[in-house]
């Protein structure tokens, strides 16, 4: 099938259209197409749950290990680091090398550091080797995306992609599951031990199955200054936002970070215009719906994960349940992203992407303000509604902005454009987290100093007042050890009001974000260069 590559994406010394080499159909195991979904899904299965996981396993650790509050934080936040900063460059590194061979030493490295964390005796060991996570997982994301576009079919394509998402979603939502088991019944380091097995076998697969595809135009030199350039400002910028709760937004470090990322940026986009062979080459965003997809992609995850983020508060400090029991919860959310992602694939391939997306996005603005209304006192059922509603909202959202985007780019590019969309997410949902912690922070601090005495319970110092907000922003009764029973109750009842009243106002704000992304989804469309998938050439 013939190539429709429209997008100028050529450096200003070059004007020669980029276009797939034509090339025979693969046969047997190798470069199958279904296949490769699966070998690529148990790969990229790891570096999801491992988003979500080690939480779980994060009180065990700090125990084990002697290991702060801070220090526990960082477990999480030098993987996102590490992953968000490297994914566009890894990107570039398939398109250039090949995405076989980049999805194969992602896999590799990704469950040898695993396996590293687990054999950790230090809490400074178990941060280093989750960088390398984070740094391998980058790696074999968008080669796996790569890998996807160039081996189906455009007609088929969008349905790969949904069993993808599929995966990426079940994968991030039953990580606390999983990992409440394996903490319960084993113990933390078999929450690491287990990304091996799943590695080898990714690489085994890998190895028998993987077809290398190359476009012909393929990058053959590196933009060192645009990657140095890039790296710094996204690091900027997800520092900033990691940092953002324990500085406070009105803190001049805060903005100081914001201010400098911005320059970089900047600075990048001025140099992707004078170099041969830019990183991202800036005409890639002429594609109105490319860009609209990167956006889209953002908004969803600023809604998806910041509102996903107070919920497992919610069920396990004020409903009291077990991680295990909160992760059980969530399962209709988890199911219908299950069903939905193929279903999803099937709707955006006979109607395209817009109709789907946008429904998608006005589903998900209508469950988070569900899910303002949830009470201390909410049943399981009532929950299950809202759940299951975000779970088939986020569906066609996962599998839409992913083809729009990568369809979209031209073939050579298609590891850049998959990492466009994984940085997207991470940006996304490091925004999310942040701006909507910083509204619950708010509504707290707003409320809890009027409910506190109107319930008749003793005076706070401004101090004892901080302490007590910091526990009710996670919907922790800040009880003294020794206070009587009806004193207790009453800070019980005062703090997951309070709670509720924050998440309630974050809610809110994220079906704001959910709603402003159903416009932003009118602007996709199919991808133009989907077709140049079915005739790359195999390496």
């Known amino acids: 099938m013939t190539s429709q590559t429209t997008i100028d994406t050529t450096g200003p010394g070059d004007k020669t259209p980029a276009a797939p080499t034509e090339s025979t159909p693969a046969t047997g195991l190798r470069g199958h197409p279904w296949l490769t979904l699966i070998t690529v899904a148990v790969g990229v299965m ?20 002697h290991a702060s509050f801070s220090d526990v934080q960082w477990i999480t936040n030098a993987y996102f680091l590490a992953l968000a900063v490297s994914l566009i460059t890894a990107g570039k590194l398939g398109d250039r090398f090949g995405h076989r061979q980049t999805f194969l030493i992602g896999v590799t490295g990704f469950a040898a550091a695993s396996g590293a964390i687990g054999l950790s005796d230090s809490i400074a060991a178990v941060v280093t080797f989750r960088v390398f996570q984070g740094l391998f997982g980058a790696l074999l994301m968008p080669a796996a995306l790569g890998l996807l576009r160039a081996t189906f ?51 085994l697969l890998g190895v028998l199955i993987l077809l290398d595809h190359r476009a012909q135009n393929a990058p053959r030199s590196f933009d060192i200054l645009g990657i140095a350039l890039l790296s710094g400002a996204m690091f900027c910028l997800v520092w900033a936002l990691i940092k953002a709760p324990a500085w406070g937004w009105g803190d001049g470090r805060t903005w100081a970070f914001i201010a400098v990322s911005g ?21 890639l965003f002429r594609s109105v719906p490319l860009s609209a997809g990167v956006v889209l992609m953002v908004l969803m995850a600023i809604a998806f994960m910041g509102g996903l ?73 009532v929950m299950s509604v809202w759940f299951a509603l975000l779970g088939l909202g986020l569906a066609p959202v996962m599998v839409g902005a992913t083809e729009v985007i990568v369809g979209n780019a031209p073939m050579e ?21 942040a701006v909507l912690g910083a509204v619950m922070a708010s509504k707290v601090d707003s409320d809890l100093p009027g409910n506190w005495t109107g319930a008749g319970l003793p005076q706070l110092t401004p101090e004892q007042l901080d302490k007590a ?16 029973e009806p004193i207790a109750a009453k800070i019980a009842s005062v703090a997951h009001d309070t709670f509720i009243s924050g998440m309630s106002l974050a809610s809110l704000v994220a079906a704001g974000v959910a709603a402003v992304a159903v416009f932003v989804a009118l602007f996709t469309r199919r991808g133009q260069n989907a077709e140049a998938g079915a005739g790359v050439g195999h390496i």
Do not use: C
């Open 46 to 65: 790891m570096v999801a749950l491992d988003g979500t996981i080690v939480a779980i396993a994060n009180p065990a650790i700090a125990k084990d290990l």
């Open 153 to 203: 079919p455009a007609e088929k394509l969008n349905m790969a992609i949904g069993i993808w998402g599929m995966v990426i979603g079940a994968s991030t939502a039953g990580g606390p599951i999983l990992g409440g088991v394996l903490v319960e019944h084993v113990n933390w380091q078999s929450v690491f031990f287990i990304n091996v097995p799943v590695g080898l076998i990714a690489l």
């Open 263 to 283: 320059l970089l940026f900047g600075f990048f986009a001025f140099w992707e215009t004078r170099v041969a062979e830019p990183l991202i080459p800036l005409g």
């Open 309 to 381: 983020f107070f919920v497992t508060f919610y069920l396990q400090n004020v409903h009291g349940m077990s991680p295990i029991d909160a992760g059980l919860h969530l399962l209709p959310l988890t199911g219908m992203m299950i069903i939905g992602s193929p279903l999803a694939g099937v709707a955006i391939t006979k109607l395209g992407p817009r109709i789907p997306l946008a429904g998608g996005m006005a589903a998900t603005a209508i469950a988070m303000y569900g899910m303002s209304t949830l009470e201390a006192d909410t049943g399981s059922g």
């Open 413 to 433: 590019l298609s590891g850049v454009a998959g990492g466009l969309q994984q940085a997207a997410m991470q940006i996304g949902g490091s925004l999310g987290t």
């Open 469 to 484: 907000s910091e526990a009710v922003q996670v919907g922790v009764a800040p009880v003294a050890k020794g206070t009587p």
